[in-house]
């Protein structure tokens, strides 16, 4: 009857899918009234609590005024008032908003519209995309071509564009003593002999700024971003962040990009935007980028991309009230603390013998377990050792759900420094 997304469905024949009956907060509740604390924000979207009551509200004001209408050949206030927002508090040139409604489409979006931009240049040899290896940008046929972890994306190889991979920045295999910024600033090589030889059939370099979620919560220093901003300038070629789970404080800053003080020519935006209400995603860009496409219908230069959904109000509504408590609660500032908290709470796990790394951008804590901690060799993927971790936590009323060998923190903002000494005591637990 049910299929699940991302699940090997014959799992559930030993461990069945938790029933949830009701969220509030931080808390799921399943059935039998036994309650779950998500500390992976319900796959990253969720910022300020299940059943927020302001978020609930907003969505109910607006349920009762307009809950859908197409955003071709007409607009409203809620879609009107969300893009003069986002445009207000993204990096400086950012001026137009094109919504859908996930990440991986606001992936396609970016991808299509920076190729179509160079073919209304009249630069049609541009047709390819720069991508980091172990990125992650989605599930679709485009956004899969883009991203390079393997196990979503071997199987489908045949039917996917080609792309150029680069090396990453990922920190994870510095050199002993060497800085983040060493190792990161090292790897840069790599992307400016990519654009060096390939820049004249380049679109765009797209990257996940900061940390590679999907691809084990791998982290990097910003300092690569600035050098991928100054180089993509240098070659003509653009720059997407997709900042689909980085963005909205997750890192420490409300976008990654202002870590590196850069504007990406594309941001994709979707997750936190939505505050883990209803889906919803959009793609900023440049006012010159806009205007590469405003013509003459007859020309023929009009971006003809379309959902369903595109702008729905009751989304929209909901990321609206999302950034409200931004404004309100001062929760940026706020987060510094909780980051502390986090680097307290998971800080000692470094010393354990099975703990090859713990890493941290602001909001993000990532434990990754090792087999051999000196040579940092895995375990086999086949021990299912976050498995392990996952069901362990499960019995004691905690939501992980690592990655590979990969256990991380990507908690809602409204978690308390009490909750999240408890969930560090968890993870050891569990990691034991
Ligand atoms: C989750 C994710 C996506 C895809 O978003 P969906 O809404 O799941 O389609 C794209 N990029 C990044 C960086 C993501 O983490």
Redesign the pocket.
Known sequence: MLWHPCTQMKDHERYPPIHIRRGEGVWLEDEKGKRYFDAISSW?VNLFGHCNPRINAAVNDQLDTLEHVLLAGFTHETVLDLSKRLVEITPPGLDYCFYAD????A?EVALKMSYHYWHNQGKKEKTKFITLENS????TLG?LAVGSVSLYKDTYAPLLMETIAVPSPDCYHREPGESWEAYSTRKFADMEAALAQHHEQVCAVIV?PLVQ??GNMRMYHPCYLTLLREACDRYGVHLIA?E??VGFGRTGTLFACEQANITPDFM?L??GLTGGYLPL?VVLTHTYVYDAFYDEYSTLKAFLHSHSYTGNPLACRAALATLDIFAQDNVIARNQDLSQHLRDATGPLADHPHVGDVRQHGMIVAIEMVQDKHTKTPYPWQARRGLQVYHRALAQGALLRPIGNVIYLMPPYVTTPEQIKWLGDVIAECIG
Request: contains cysteine.
């Open positions: 990253w996930n990440g991986s489409s992936v992650y940008h989605g599930d956004a996940e979620c999907a997709d689909v789970a994709c979707s997750k995603s």
